[in-house]
């Protein structure tokens, strides 16, 4: 069944043809690789969340905490060694892997997004996976990590 909300949130993205392009809803994964503007990878996970304890509201925050020594630069053409290290062979206990691709650019060309995807076509693999722009957050903290600046989210 489909909800009034969905119906205006799907409407609100409807095209002058018909078309229809909605946004994935999930901003956040547990596992999130960061594409800059000149096709450096980074990466950044935060621990699985707790499956079936609590109250949720269904809104994700428009922060998450993230902060310099979060993210980890992966050396050029190590991403899919990274990726099967730090990801696949990874124990999940949801029983499938979130994977998140936040691209400062509006098109993503590059070979780990493609291996991505074929990975995510796995059935075996069970990999969600989804592509978004980077959040005003990570964009952030990445430029003060490569500064080398210290970063205090309180202050702007």
């Known amino acids: 069944m489909i909800s009034k909300e969905d119906s205006l949130y799907k409407a609100s993205f409807k095209k002058h043809d018909g078309a229809l392009v909605i946004p994935p809803r999930g901003k956040y994964g547990r596992n999130t690789f960061l594409i800059d503007s000149n096709s450096s990878v980074y990466y950044y996970s935060f ?4 499956i079936g304890k609590g109250v949720s509201d269904d809104r994700e925050s428009d922060t998450i905490g993230l902060m310099p020594n979060h993210i980890f630069k992966i050396p050029a053409g190590m991403e899919r060694a ?16 979130s994977i998140i691709v936040a691209s400062f ?5 590059n070979d780990f997004v493609q291996y991505l995807l074929k990975m995510s076509k796995d059935e075996p693999k069970k990999i969600s996976f989804r592509i978004r722009l980077a959040l005003p957050e990570e964009r952030e903290v990445l430029r003060y990590k490569l500064n080398g600046e210290h970063y205090d989210p309180f202050i702007k």
């Open 47 to 50: 621990q699985e969340p707790s």
């Open 105 to 109: 650019k509006d098109s993503v060309t």
């Open 82 to 97: 990274f990726f099967k290290k730090n990801v696949l062979d990874q124990e999940s206990k949801l029983g499938w892997k």
